[in-house]
């Protein structure tokens, strides 16, 4: 810890401290982001937060938004990384999937998702787990996004299951912002490399169209140890080229008039070194595959009256397929080797209409109504024998309505409420009400209060694998949240704001993982957990190319049950990012600090604290229709370890250690 400190205190003494924005920067504002003052930034206008565009500083909500340009500057290679940069935010990885944590809560042993993830407004959580994939198993080319929105705090009056913790809407960019075609190729470490190839214009006639494809590979780490397979009958704890991932994925977006049609596929496989499920270490048969597809169609449009008008349609498909080696031999019998297989496919279609106008001299209402048929959630566990085929569906359907208005001069309110029924569980009623106060031009307080819920997954309910690992747990219910935030943003000169948040959040009847007398897993309803802390955030920019941003968090996420702290929940996070310019507009120099503090693992133990730096050079016009970029990620090459969840025999999961990437892009 004090040497992690030390190295911050370091980089703030050697200059490398400037403020950036985090909040409220969108590629499309303008052509050059870096000419824009963080005040003229501050005026963007979003609509994740209350389904209609309002300022980012006025929205009821605590907000962070990370853009294109961040995103270039800093090298992030897929969506886990872009949201590891957040306040408060902090990702795990078991060389399996990539897990999201929010404000101190990351539940190991799960691969559901307490946040809502949508792309341009779609939802993308699966319809079998509930969960939001971030690595390079999400859909969309970092290349492709305009900007990641983060909403913290319960958000399902607006959005319904899952909008939990919070939202992470990705707002992808259009045609018009490429006008011609894009071709990227980049490699690095572990052999890995990336290509894409992109098309995207607006024509005279109004129509638009962007058309991108890609690949992505990597062998992984090839060699991997962990002590406690350290047996020569488990090759001495090394899993040996057992690492590998490979994905392709296509998006593709059609515009014209009030019309959208949106759509994309991944198809991603990963090997599984870890031995996790019980499985044979160092076996790299054992693999996970999953594909992940949608279409939405979207109208929305302005009519005389001020009367607005939005509708969606969609479908969306999920299959996932895990190859599992595992010896069901007794022990001192010979081996006895059998593939057991899980295979879980989804599909469902669904709609959404929304309505908005303003009455009475300045309230601004919105009513929708939203439905969801989940037409197809089969389950199958098979290897000599099936152990599992179920095959259901679930319907669910939700109306909700809100008002905003100014109560008083400089004070606004925004309250909103949404009623859920689902065919599993029945109905849920979920509230929110905002309080925005800007007494001055440059300076805002917010006191939010809302409720959330998630409903119980599929796998959650129905899984299991013939008493091998897991058991079917099918009368848990939904898991609840009350939040209340406090926050402050002051405007402290022409170029930096400062920031301050104090929260409050009550889960109850939260789904846990647990282990039976058996040694066999389930789910069920716990008491719930308690979290509590406070943010805070400054930031800043130039108009010659500086910025930074830098924040602290400090958390705190109880278990009633035990009343102790709950695994992986770092107290202590701290983020610091910065961008020099080099040499003009030409050459900049993108820093990234970031401390994650101990982490409590499931046997008891701690995961320590690590403070990684990642650096990138990034050049956009030395020559034209050129970009390239060179990025070194861990550059201290810290060893450091993620808590592992209770299907590994591992309590912690070593990272990456010093690695590095090259990128080119080029324009025509």
């Avoid at 101190?104 to 042993?109: E, M, R």
């Avoid at 190319?545 to 924040?551: A, K, M, P, V």
């Avoid at 994650?596 to 034209?624: E, H, M, P, Q, W």
Wanted: charged share 25%.
């Amino acid at each position: 810890m004090k040497a992690c400190l030390k190295q911050i205190v370091a980089t703030l003494v050697g200059g490398s401290l400037c403020f950036a924005l985090s909040e409220g920067a969108s590629a499309a504002v303008s052509a050059d982001l870096s000419k824009l003052s963080i005040e003229d930034l501050m005026e963007i206008r979003i609509e994740s937060v209350s389904k209609f565009e309002q300022k980012v500083i006025e929205a009821p909500a605590s907000v962070s938004i990370v853009t294109s340009d961040d995103i270039k500057m800093y090298g992030y290679r897929n969506l886990g990384e872009i949201l590891q940069s957040v306040r408060g935010l902090f990702v795990r990885n078991d060389r399996r999937l990539s897990y999201l944590g929010i404000r101190g809560l990351d539940q190991l042993g799960n691969d559901v998702s307490r946040f809502l993830l949508l792309v341009d407004g779609h939802r993308m959580n699966d319809s079998f787990y509930g969960k939001a994939s971030i690595a390079n198993d999400f859909n969309i080319d970092v290349d492709l996004i305009d900007r990641v929105e983060v909403i913290r705090g319960a958000s399902s009056s607006v959005y319904g299951t899952s909008a939990f913790l919070g939202v992470v809407n990705v707002k992808t960019k259009s045609g018009a912002d490429f006008k011609g075609g894009e071709l990227a190729a980049e490699g690095g470490t572990f052999s890995s490399y990336r290509g894409r190839a992109t098309y995207g214009n607006r024509f005279a006639n109004g129509l638009e169209v962007l058309l991108s494809t890609g690949r992505f590979g990597t062998s992984g780490d090839g060699r991997l140890f962990y002590k406690e397979f350290n047996d020569p009958a488990t090759n001495s704890g090394i899993a040996k080229n057992d690492d590998a991932e490979g994905a392709g994925n296509f998006f593709g977006k059609l515009s014209y008039r009030d019309f959208t049609l949106e759509g994309g596929y991944i198809r991603r496989a990963k090997d599984i070194p870890t031995g996790s499920f019980g499985t044979v270490f160092d076996s790299d048969r054992t693999r996970l595959t999953n594909g992940r597809g949608f279409v939405d169609v979207k109208f929305q449009r302005q009519f005389a009256g001020d009367l607005g008008v939005k509708a969606r349609l969609y479908y969306d498909r999920f299959k996932e397929k895990g190859e599992y080696i595992v010896d069901y031999a007794v022990p001192g019998d010979p081996p006895f080797i059998v593939k057991n297989i899980d295979d879980f496919r989804t599909q469902s279609v669904g709609s959404e209409l929304q309505l908005s106008k303003t009455l009475f001299g300045g309230h601004k209402f919105i009513l929708g109504a939203e439905y969801n048929y989940a037409f197809q959630q089969d389950q199958r566990n098979y290897d000599v024998d099936v152990y599992l085929n179920k095959q259901t569906t679930n319907r669910d359907w939700a109306v909700f309505v809100q008002d905003e208005f100014e109560l008083l001069r400089g004070l606004r309110v925004n309250a909103g409420l949404r009623y859920d029924q689902y065919s599993s569980f029945g109905g849920t009623v979920n509230p929110r009400l905002g309080l925005v106060y800007q007494p001055f031009d440059k300076t805002i307080f917010k006191l939010l209060y809302g409720t959330a819920f998630r409903a119980p997954s599929v796998f959650e309910r129905f899984y299991n694998d013939g008493g091998d690992t897991q058991i079917a747990s099918p009368n848990i219910g939904p898991e609840k949240i009350r939040s209340v935030e406090f926050s402050a943003q002051h405007y402290l000169g022409f170029n930096l704001w400062g920031s301050g948040h104090l929260y409050y959040q009550w889960i109850s009847d939260r789904i846990s993982e647990q282990v039976n007398s058996s040694g066999l897993l389930f789910y069920e309803n716990t008491k719930g957990v308690t979290q509590r802390g406070a943010e805070f955030e400054l930031e800043g920019r130039w108009q010659n190319g500086l910025r930074g941003r830098l924040s602290y968090a400090l958390q705190e996420s109880t278990d009633r049950d035990s009343g102790k702290g709950i695994g992986n929940s770092p107290t202590h996070l701290i983020k610091l990012n910065g961008t020099l310019p080099l040499f003009s507009d030409k050459l900049f120099l993108g820093l990234e600090e970031q401390f994650v503090g101990k982490r409590k693992t499931v046997s008891g133990a701690s995961a320590r604290d690590a403070l990684i730096t990642n650096l990138t050079l990034f050049s956009a016009n030395i020559f034209t229709g050129w970009e390239a970029s060179a990025s070194l990620y861990n550059a201290f090459n810290r060893k450091y370890d993620d808590p592992a969840g209770p299907e590994h025999t591992q309590d912690k999961i070593r990272q990456d250690g010093r690695s590095f990437r090259f990128k080119l892009v080029y324009k025509f």
